[in-house]
């Protein structure tokens, strides 16, 4: 274990700073993103990872073609979905948060999931797309993405065009970069409520930096960079245009929406910064309970209408593979709120209001990394797994921890990112009405029932999981540790006491 951490150390600084030839035609723009399954009028297409590259690349032999031109349907339902996933933290995962926190913290929550949202969303665009979604090496991207240049194209006096899953589609790549940047903002965000009411608003941010720039931009590379369908023009070059991938999706690993780069991801960050930060004050001793589960609902609702743009988003077009994931996201998240209460009804001998919107939360994270790639059938069972498992998570598994996940980012986010991850592999199976994923990007051919392994796939998928739970737990005890030293992590417990709304930011919720 110690030399993997070890290697995972060692490769983080390579790979940030060892970033090869990367340069890019300005005709092939950058590489762009998100993964899964999307169609085209010829055939369907599913892909485990982010799409890159773009418009139409050619052999050298080949005559001259022009570029596509991006559809103002795609175009349009992508913006929406911006918009969607924006409302997901702001102002969802705020009220969501902040109604579960106790009153004298309430603005305090709501401040550093909005401060950590603008933060990244500005890191995001002067180095993060560039590093998560241009040509490095596995790891990494590289700067050609810079403060977004190349965005114009001036040689050819327009926008540059991003891929899609499918070959000749395209949308502008200045909407591909604003949706991932809502992806970004969010990932962050989330970390904030495993050490909510105790942490000091300075070390949060700073500890952002570190996070976003060390774990969130290489994960999100690894799992969802690759040079687009349009790059498989023959088999000859196919295995090159696979090596230039990012290393998870090199794998064949599936994430439609972020089940491994951002819940997982910001799960494990959080669990370390619960663990690192320490306990609050009187935890396990005084009563902690939510001070506003109306606000909790609200937020909850919110993050459930958002979360449409977040999946079905992700299929990059407005075709049939971006319904299934709206629909799955449907079906999931509404099995899982009935699955949490029959839970906690049969355990605990009511069913609660938190319950529910919890249960809510933990179907729409489950679903996330399936959301394009299982049939309704199989998104049906993951939502009920995952409320039976994330009640379990914010229960049993909590008190194994011995960790003070304040609002269980780990039970909900880690548990339910886990089991979406590895179920993907199950019902993606043709066979179990999934829709198989791409064998051959050049022929564009899908995978039949008799040739898809479901064992070979969710071992693909569990390996993914491991590589970003040691990389984002790497990073993290890091990050936080470095934060420890320089400006220290935790206010002190006379600050603690009178609550972080005041003491951090001199206002109350509620007067005073």
């Given at each position: 274990?110690?030399?993997?951490?070890?290697?995972?150390?060692?490769?983080l600084?390579?790979?940030?700073?060892s970033?090869?030839?990367?340069?890019q035609?300005?005709?092939?723009?950058?590489?762009v993103?998100?993964?899964?399954?999307t169609?085209?009028s010829?055939?369907a297409v599913t892909s485990?990872?982010?799409?890159a590259?773009?418009?139409?690349?050619?052999?050298?032999?080949?005559?001259?073609?022009?570029?596509?031109?991006?559809e103002?349907?795609?175009?349009s339902?992508?913006?929406?979905?911006?918009?969607?996933?924006?409302?997901?933290?702001?102002p969802?995962l705020?009220?969501?948060?902040?109604?579960?926190?106790r009153?004298?913290?309430?603005?305090?929550v709501?401040?550093?999931?909005?401060?950590?949202?603008a933060l990244?969303?500005?890191?995001?665009?002067v180095?993060g797309?560039?590093?998560?979604?241009?040509?490095?090496?596995?790891?990494?991207?590289g700067?050609?993405?810079?403060?977004?240049k190349?965005?114009?194209?001036n040689?050819a006096?327009?926008?540059?065009?991003?891929?899609?899953?499918?070959?000749?589609?395209?949308?502008?790549?200045?909407?591909?970069?604003?949706?991932?940047?809502?992806?970004?903002?969010?990932?962050?965000?989330?970390?904030?409520?495993a050490?909510?009411?105790?942490?000091?608003?300075?070390a949060?941010?700073?500890?952002?930096v570190?996070?976003?720039?060390f774990?969130?931009?290489?994960?999100?590379?690894m799992?969802?960079?690759?040079m687009?369908?349009?790059?498989?023009?023959?088999?000859?070059?196919?295995?090159a245009?696979?090596?230039?991938a990012?290393?998870i999706?090199?794998?064949?690993?599936?994430?439609?929406?972020g089940?491994?780069?951002?819940?997982?991801?910001?799960?494990?960050a959080g669990?370390?910064g619960?663990?690192?930060?320490?306990?609050?004050?009187g935890?396990?001793k005084?009563?902690m309970?939510?001070?506003?589960?109306?606000?909790?609902?609200?937020?909850?609702?919110?993050?459930?209408v958002?979360?449409?743009?977040?999946?079905?988003?992700?299929?990059?077009e407005a075709?049939?593979?971006a319904?299934?994931?709206?629909?799955?996201?449907?079906?999931a998240?509404?099995?899982?709120?009935?699955?949490?209460?029959?839970?906690?009804?049969?355990?605990?001998?009511?069913?609660?209001m938190l319950?529910a919107?919890s249960g809510?939360?933990?179907?729409?994270?489950a679903?996330?990394?399936?959301?394009?790639?299982?049939?309704?059938?199989?998104?049906?069972?993951?939502?009920?797994?995952?409320?039976?498992?994330?009640f379990?998570?914010?229960?049993?598994?909590?008190?194994?921890l011995?960790?003070?996940?304040?609002?269980?980012?780990?039970?909900?986010?880690?548990?339910?990112?886990i089991?979406?991850a590895?179920?993907?592999?199950?019902?993606?199976?043709p066979?179990?009405g999934?829709?198989?994923?791409?064998?051959?990007?050049?022929?564009?051919s899908?995978?039949?029932?008799?040739?898809?392994?479901?064992i070979?796939?969710?071992?693909?998928q569990?390996?993914?999981v491991?590589?970003?739970?040691?990389?984002?737990?790497?990073?993290?005890?890091?990050?936080?540790k470095?934060v420890d030293l320089?400006?220290?992590?935790?206010?002190?417990?006379?600050q603690e006491?009178?609550?972080?709304?005041?003491?951090?930011?001199?206002e109350?919720?509620?007067?005073?």
């Amino acid at each position: 274990m110690k030399k993997l951490i070890s290697a995972l150390v060692l490769s983080l600084g390579l790979s940030l700073f060892s970033f090869g030839a990367h340069a890019q035609d300005s005709a092939a723009s950058a590489a762009v993103a998100s993964s899964t399954a999307t169609e085209s009028s010829v055939s369907a297409v599913t892909s485990s990872a982010a799409v890159a590259s773009v418009a139409t690349v050619a052999s050298s032999e080949a005559a001259p073609v022009a570029a596509p031109t991006p559809e103002k349907g795609d175009t349009s339902w992508m913006m929406v979905s911006t918009l969607l996933v924006l409302m997901m933290a702001i102002p969802g995962l705020a009220l969501f948060y902040g109604g579960l926190v106790r009153s004298k913290n309430m603005l305090s929550v709501l401040m550093q999931v909005m401060v950590t949202f603008a933060l990244l969303t500005t890191l995001w665009f002067v180095y993060g797309y560039s590093l998560a979604f241009t040509e490095g090496n596995a790891f990494i991207g590289g700067f050609d993405r810079l403060m977004m240049k190349g965005i114009w194209d001036n040689a050819a006096g327009t926008f540059a065009n991003a891929a899609t899953f499918s070959k000749g589609v395209v949308i502008p790549e200045i909407v591909f970069a604003v949706f991932q940047a809502t992806f970004a903002g969010i990932t962050g965000a989330l970390i904030v409520g495993a050490f909510a009411e105790r942490m000091k608003f300075s070390a949060v941010m700073v500890f952002m930096v570190i996070w976003f720039t060390f774990s969130y931009l290489p994960v999100a590379h690894m799992v969802w960079f690759w040079m687009g369908p349009d790059a498989y023009s023959s088999k000859e070059i196919a295995d090159a245009m696979t090596a230039k991938a990012g290393f998870i999706w090199q794998t064949g690993a599936l994430d439609f929406a972020g089940g491994t780069v951002v819940h997982i991801n910001a799960a494990v960050a959080g669990l370390v910064g619960a663990y690192m930060v320490g306990k609050r004050v009187g935890y396990g001793k005084e009563s902690m309970a939510p001070h506003n589960l109306p606000l909790t609902m609200v937020g909850a609702a919110l993050l459930w209408v958002g979360w449409f743009g977040f999946n079905a988003g992700s299929a990059l077009e407005a075709n049939g593979f971006a319904a299934l994931a709206f629909i799955n996201t449907f079906a999931a998240t509404s099995v899982a709120v009935l699955a949490w209460c029959v839970t906690e009804g049969v355990l605990r001998g009511k069913a609660s209001m938190l319950g529910a919107a919890s249960g809510a939360v933990a179907g729409l994270v489950a679903i996330t990394p399936a959301a394009g790639n299982v049939g309704i059938g199989g998104a049906l069972i993951i939502g009920a797994i995952a409320g039976v498992a994330c009640f379990w998570g914010v229960s049993g598994l909590k008190k194994l921890l011995k960790a003070d996940d304040t609002l269980d980012v780990f039970g909900v986010h880690g548990v339910g990112g886990i089991i979406g991850a590895l179920l993907t592999g199950v019902f993606n199976s043709p066979a179990l009405g999934g829709p198989g994923y791409v064998a051959d990007w050049v022929s564009v051919s899908m995978v039949t029932a008799a040739d898809y392994s479901i064992i070979s796939q969710v071992w693909i998928q569990a390996k993914a999981v491991l590589i970003t739970v040691v990389w984002s737990g790497v990073v993290s005890v890091i990050a936080f540790k470095v934060v420890d030293l320089t400006i220290g992590l935790r206010v002190t417990e006379e600050q603690e006491r009178e609550g972080l709304d005041i003491s951090s930011h001199g206002e109350s919720a509620y007067g005073r």
